[in-house]
Nanobody
């Protein structure tokens, strides 16, 4: 599978961004998807996940209530709407696909395929 993330950029604190991730090479609608981020000097952090059907979503504690993950299976794309951004949200954001069919993951270990990242910078 190939995963192409886009939509990162520079935004002021309190602002919003929407990330997109286009998938190809594998049956998109059969796999859960997610977003993971890594800030400079820090470990990777689970941000959000969505089940293969879109019926179940998962969020890391630090983004609950501010970020929303969604997917459009007709477009083979997963999105991450980020609102009320904070400087601590600054990181490279990666989209990822579940290791197994018909699943959804709420932790980094559940993802087996990763795309290149897109940088989000939130200024104070």
């Amino acid at each position: 599978v190939q995963l192409q993330a886009s939509g990162g950029g520079l935004v002021q604190a309190g602002g919003s961004l929407r990330l997109s991730c286009a998938a190809s090479g594998r049956t998109f609608s059969s796999y859960g998807m997610g977003w993971i981020r890594q800030a400079p000097g820090k470990e990777r952090e689970f941000v959000a996940g969505i089940s293969w059907s879109g019926g179940t979503t998962y969020y890391g504690d630090s983004v609950k209530g501010r970020f929303t993950i969604s997917r459009d299976n007709a477009k083979n794309t997963v999105y991450l709407q980020m609102n009320s951004l904070k400087p601590e949200d600054t990181a490279v954001y990666y989209c990822a696909q579940d290791r197994t069919y018909y699943s959804g993951s709420s932790s980094i270990s559940g993802f087996g395929s990763w795309g290149q990242g897109t940088l989000v910078t939130v200024s104070s």
